[in-house]
């Protein structure tokens, strides 16, 4: 989908049938994503921004009752824009009769700025107290659902799926792999709990590749096991394991291909090791079935997004 500017005015836009449509949550959508941790982090945010004191910048200069209107409007062209949903529930956190409006869906594409996104009209005090929670949310999600649609677009067409990885803000993971999610990304483990993941220190702790295979499958007979391998004879003995996913860490592009025709699809193969936009292209070989790439999460571009006040009351 797309959102377009048809002037260089935030105010007069062309957005597509779905645009308007409210925000919905993602979280209650996915049992992927836990409602109850984003409640948390956001009210820790706060906590960090309101301590005991408030928002004493606010409480002095606005008058309690002032009622205003403002405007979120996306500034960075080729973007896409997500966190509606979070948006709404820093508002509601700050103030319950916050209201606030999405003029477009989750995950949006803009091609030219600057776009008006949504309104919150409401106690002005309010409004601005949750004004950086909001922005800072949703600045990172964009930033990394944007970044996600970049390398998703590219590997699209070769049947790849681009994965997210652990290496998230402490804290922000449920947000950080929405945004990938909502980006055309692929979420890989949402944490520790959900899949087996062997990896070198697991593998040495263990005592070898098939100890750690066989310790896992006996513990955990219902959960996928991927092993982290980085030279032939570990993939060879990953296969043997009867492992469920292969990673090809660090590996060459023709090391790769010398492994995909090793595994001859008895196993799921993911590619992991430093990829970059630039270099995603020599690692888009047909029978790999997915990308990991760390910097979606761990080195965000934010989308430059603001929040402009319109009307006071």
């Not at 409480?59 to 409007?73: D, E, H, M, R």
């Not at 996928?224 to 592009?253: G, Q, W, Y």
């Amino acid at each position: 989908m797309s959102l377009s500017a048809t002037t260089d005015s935030a105010k007069d836009i062309r957005i597509d049938r779905k645009a308007s449509e409210p925000a919905t949550s993602d979280f209650q959508q996915s049992n992927l994503y836990s409602e109850d941790l984003a409640r948390k982090a956001i009210e820790f945010a706060l906590m960090e921004d309101l301590s005991q004191e408030g928002d004493v910048t606010s409480n002095s200069t606005i008058p309690a009752k002032a009622q205003a209107t403002a405007t979120l409007i996306a500034k960075e062209n080729h973007s896409v824009i997500c966190g509606f949903g979070v948006a709404e529930m820093v508002f509601k956190t700050v103030d319950p009769s916050l209201v606030f409006k999405p003029l477009a869906s989750e995950g949006v594409y803009i091609e030219s700025s600057p776009v008006t996104i949504g309104t919150v009209s409401g106690n002005a005090r309010s409004i601005l107290t949750a004004e950086r929670t909001v922005l800072n949310l949703m600045q990172r999600m964009s930033g990394i659902a944007t970044s996600t649609r970049q390398y998703a677009q590219k590997a699209k067409r070769f049947g790849i799926q681009i994965l997210d990885t652990r290496k998230t803000a402490p804290g922000l993971r449920v947000f950080d792999k929405l945004a990938v999610k909502l980006g055309g990304g692929t979420n890989h483990r949402i944490g520790l709990y959900d899949q087996i993941l062997i990896k070198d220190n697991h593998i040495a702790c263990a005592g070898g590749i098939t100890q750690a295979v066989t310790a896992a499958r006996t513990m955990y007979e219902d959960k996928r096991i991927e092993v982290e391998t980085t030279t032939f004879a570990e993939v060879k003995e990953a296969l043997s394991c009867a492992a469920d996913i292969i990673m090809l860490d660090n590996m060459s592009p023709l090391e790769i291909a010398n492994c995909i025709q090793l595994i001859q699809k008895r196993a799921q193969i993911e590619v992991s090791g430093g990829i970059t936009l630039e270099t995603l292209d020599r690692y888009l070989i047909e029978g790999v079935d997915f990308i990991s790439v760390g910097s979606l999460t761990h080195s965000v571009k934010s989308i430059d997004i603001s929040l402009e006040v319109e009307i006071g009351i």
